[in-house]
């Protein structure tokens, strides 16, 4: 983008400027600073329109697409067997079932994929960062205050967790 040296430039004329120009309380420094600081980047170097973000529908994949003609199908078959006589009716029944079964086992595979895809990030994120993934899991940080002694509290656990007859076969 630009030189180191416009950027040295830059820091040496802001610590002049920020010298001169900062005097007052706390809170007026601190907003002269981000003015001032921001308008003489502006001059300086300009400023990059941000370009839009062109939002692009999701198509469905294949199974979503599959499962989809399916239902539409068997919507179509129950209508028709509504309407049917009796020897139709055992016919369209046939095929419901098949119908049936067919989106039946596309939607356990699509919902094994999503599983493993959610396992897959899960298994990302952990690795990236085990303390935040982990953290996140368990939730925020409790707060309160604990009403007894640490004594009391190993004393329970001590007789929580201990075997008094583990000596004994």
Not at 33 to 44: A, D, F, Q, W
Not at 129 to 144: A, F, I, M, S, V
Request: glycine residues 4%.
């Amino acid at each position: 983008m630009n030189s180191e040296a416009q950027w040295r430039d830059l820091n040496d004329d802001l610590g002049v400027i920020l010298e001169t120009s900062l005097q007052g309380c706390v809170e007026r420094r601190i907003e002269t600073l981000t003015s001032l600081i921001y308008n003489i980047g502006k001059e300086r170097f300009g400023v990059e329109e941000r370009k839009e973000k062109s939002y692009t529908k999701q198509t469905p994949n294949r199974r979503e697409q599959k499962i989809k003609q399916l239902r539409k199908e068997l919507k179509d078959l129950n209508r028709r067997y509504k309407k049917s006589n009796e020897l139709e009716k055992l016919g369209i029944a046939c095929i419901t079932d098949s119908v049936r079964e067919e989106l039946r086992r596309t939607r356990r595979a699509e919902q094994l994929e999503n599983s493993n895809k959610k396992k897959a990030k899960n298994r990302a994120n952990f690795i990236k960062n085990p303390y935040n993934y982990t953290k996140t899991l368990l939730g925020g940080e409790r707060t309160g205050h604990l009403h007894c002694s640490k004594e009391e509290v190993e004393k329970y656990l001590h007789e929580t967790h201990s075997d008094k007859e583990r000596e004994t076969p």
